[in-house]
RNA sequence: GCCAAGAUAGCGAAGUGGUCAAACGCACCUCUCUGUAAAAGAGGAGCCGUAAGGCUUCGGGGGUUCGAAUCCCUCUCUUGGCA
């Protein structure tokens, strides 16, 4: 069986370096699952690894190891899970007729539980008319309606969801979808031998690396790579300007406030988003954790790998 | 040294006799997750307890009152104004 090998966790601690060190070792390539890397010019927020790395035709490559899905659109292309999934299998099949091992290095959850589950209302594609209108609605409005098309949706929604406009709205949407289009087929997605990988630490450190991180962000000039994007004329509307590192700006470049609550803000979003992350990787029970600041957790993982890696071998010879 | 204003939970800031364990914002914590997911949404939060409930809070101390964060006295500190 083909292998597929998966690296996450919350942000800033340490998947690429693991992800690159794994790929050495083990032939591999690494596929970043990363929902904001994917935009071009949105680089040192959201922390690309590309300082020392080439771009080469349609990919990145750092210490000889390719990464995939980074740079693939420009910040006001529309984007979705659904494209992610796509393309991620696209290179996860290109890099297995290599013959190599690819590696998903990522922190958005739910891209990697798309890739790997098939969720199944992929394939019913977004009708904007229909968002905008419903947009306007309240969520009381908007529930009754999903209740009118579709009652057995609706009561599966639980109380944040059913406060969720943005939520209610994709329901209806899909709902009406469905009167007159089947249920898309379900894409059959290969069977691959997964493992696992997942970095963490305690809050309290995760948030010094964070900061730490985030100094060294504004150092590499992450006030300059905002205002780059909004001269190329990407507007602060956009789905992409909402990352972390990019929206903090927007008071602040429009005289409104100082630079320190910038930087606290953007702080503040990064813990928050760690802990969100932590929420969605910890209903994972696949994952295998190491913690980082746990010394030799590295070789450890190595361990785990070697043994998940060779099985197949075995397997081949007996 | 005098006068004035103030001191409320981690911070900011309401409340000015009972419905206050104390609004609201931020931080913090937990959770949700079927095409925006670094998105969007729900909840918690003094202490002890799974809970019911109990115990201790509104600068310190002392009073008034059935009852005080709220009224009075005093002390300490902060900030403005005058010397």
Redesign the pocket.
């Known amino acids: 069986m083909k292998k597929l090998l998966i690296i996450c966790g919350p942000t800033a601690t340490g998947k690429t370096g693991l992800g690159l060190k794994l790929a050495k070792r083990f032939n591999g390539e690494i596929i970043s699952v990363?929902?904001?890397?994917i935009y071009q010019g949105m680089d040192i927020?959201?922390?690309k690894d590309i300082k020392n790395g080439k771009w080469t035709n349609d990919h990145w490559e750092l210490e000889g190891i390719p990464i995939w899905l980074l740079d693939i659109i420009l910040p006001n292309q529309e984007?979705?899970?659904?494209?992610y999934t796509d393309l991620a299998w696209k290179a996860i099949r290109d890099i297995w007729d290599r013959e190599k091992l690819p590696i998903l290095v990522g922190?958005?959850?739910?891209?990697i539980k798309a890739v790997l589950e098939n969720?199944?209302?992929?394939?019913?594609?977004?009708n904007w008319l229909l968002?905008k209108k419903l947009e306007k609605k309240s969520v009381k409005a908007l529930f009754g309606e999903l209740i009118k098309f579709d009652s057995c949706?609706a009561k599966?929604m639980?109380?944040?969801?059913r406060?969720?406009?943005?939520?209610l709205?994709?329901a209806i949407e899909?709902a009406k979808w469905l009167l007159k289009n089947p249920l898309p087929e379900k894409q059959k997605l290969p069977t691959a031998e997964t493992i696992f990988i997942g970095l963490k630490t305690s809050?309290e450190k995760l948030?010094q690396i964070i900061d730490q991180r985030i100094e060294e962000h504004l150092k590499m000039g992450a006030k300059k790579e905002v205002k780059e994007l909004l001269k190329k004329g990407f507007s602060w509307e956009l789905?992409s300007m909402?990352?972390?590192?990019y929206q903090e700006w927007q008071p602040f470049l429009e005289g409104k406030s100082e630079i320190q609550e910038v930087l606290a803000r953007w702080k503040?979003?990064e813990?928050?988003?760690a802990?969100?992350?932590?929420?969605?990787f910890?209903?994972n029970k696949k994952i295998n954790w190491f913690d980082i600041s746990c010394k030799g957790w590295e070789n450890k993982v190595e361990n785990k790998i070697i043994i998940w890696y060779n099985k197949n071998k075995d397997a081949k010879k007996n």
């Not at 802990?275 to 969605?280: A, D, F, G, L, N």
Request: without cysteine.
């Open positions: 990363d929902s904001r890397q927020a959201t922390g984007f979705s899970v659904a494209y922190g958005t959850g739910f891209y969720i199944p209302s992929q394939g019913i594609p977004p968002r949706r599966q639980n109380v944040s969801d406060q969720n406009k943005r939520r709205i994709r899909i809050l948030y789905p909402s990352a972390m590192g503040f979003n813990h928050a988003y802990r969100r992350q932590m929420t969605w910890r209903k």
